[in-house]
């Protein structure tokens, strides 16, 4: 289907010695062929109309919120601030990891429009450098020590309750930091289109504050900005661990075929209603099928998630699944053996 490749975005390289890796290659291919028929037999609107919906929702919906900001009844201001931090991680999250995978259009100049838009200009990120490593790096090397491991969420230097409970707050500070420590690694006319759309989308925001909420003084713009940005980010930075880490892990020379290794190292969460809209079901509850197919949108994700699911349990290939609650009290108490040892690397005996 144009558009909706099965196979995943990975650098060419040796293959890896295995034991049984034609059927491990036989066993990809037979779920890529069902999902290839969900897919076919879906609408527009499912494999895409969906989520366009959700993002365009997402921006009508900015107004009202910088409009409640006006309120002195504490209950609308509050509400104002849900509606802008909610719409604020549904740009962010769920619309820049779309627009990094090509999954919100099938037109390659629009998908790079968007990717710029949702990762520069609403995020405040470099969209060269979150395109490599999440995609070229984290999918490709997904769990492999070094390249996609997720290492770079890992803080030795932090306890587990400043890391769990406190270091979220710095993620609206660190993200444009960290975006401009990239910018060395990129052509000069590249940072300087970068620096620009970044400016744009942090000054608009403060401008609205100032103009439209009518906050008095710079100051109070920026707490009130801060406190949109940093909303959902608890459950940002939980999901981004949870799914990963504390799961096998392998070393490039000996990594698994790929249907192996996304079923080894990558966790599925509930379905939470509010992170399921702000940031999309591939990175919550089908994050196992988003690593298998990453082109495929949120919903579709959604839609092939029991077709996966099945052909996993038949096959008796591991599927992770675990809630919210259990993964936070398993970080709490695990800390130190996920968070800050180096992980051990997983034997595949018997595995391929």
């Not at 100032?210 to 939980?238: D, E």
Request: aromatic share 10%; hydrophobic share 45%; charged share 15%.
């Amino acid at each position: 289907v144009p558009g909706e490749p099965m196979e995943p975005a990975e650098p060419a390289e040796p293959a890896e010695p295995a034991r049984d890796g034609p059927r491990a290659e036989a066993l990809l291919h037979e779920l890529e062929a069902l999902v290839r028929d969900v897919v076919r037999s879906s609408s527009w609107w499912e494999r895409r109309g969906v989520d366009c919906t959700i993002l365009a929702l997402s921006l009508l919906a900015l107004p009202a919120g910088f409009l409640c900001l006006r309120s002195d009844n504490v209950l609308v201001f509050a509400i104002g601030i849900t509606i802008l931090g909610v719409c604020h991680y549904t740009l962010t999250v769920k619309g820049s990891h779309l627009a990094a995978h090509g999954a919100l259009t099938d037109s390659k100049r629009w998908s790079k429009i968007w990717l710029l838009f949702f990762v520069e200009v609403c995020t405040a990120f470099t969209a060269e450098c979150a395109k490599h490593g999440h995609v070229t790096m984290h999918h490709a090397y997904t769990n492999v020590v070094g390249l996609g491991d997720s290492s770079t969420w890992r803080l030795p230097c932090l306890n587990r309750y400043v890391y769990m409970f406190l270091a979220p707050f710095l993620l609206p500070i660190l993200t444009p930091l960290v975006a401009i420590e990239q910018l060395r690694q990129v052509e000069l006319r590249t940072a300087l289109r970068t620096l620009g759309l970044i400016s744009l989308g942090l000054y608009s925001q403060y401008w609205l504050l100032l103009n439209v909420s009518g906050f008095k003084s710079p100051s109070s713009a920026l707490v009130c900005m801060f406190l949109i940005r940093s909303l959902l980010a608890h459950p940002y930075l939980h999901v981004n661990i949870f799914q990963h880490i504390g799961l096998p892990v392998f070393s490039r020379d000996h990594k698994p075929r790929r249907i192996h290794m996304m079923s080894l190292g990558v966790l599925n969460l509930p379905r939470l209603p509010l992170l399921d809209w702000a940031f999309g079901h591939s990175i919550v509850s089908c994050h196992v099928e988003h690593h298998l197919f990453p082109r495929l949108s949120d919903n579709m994700c959604l839609k092939v998630k029991p077709v996966v699911s099945q052909f996993l349990h038949e096959k008796q290939l591991p599927y992770n699944e675990d809630s919210y609650l259990a993964r936070f009290r398993l970080f709490l108490r695990r800390y130190e053996e996920f968070m800050v040892q180096a992980p051990p690397i997983t034997e595949l005996v018997g595995l391929q």
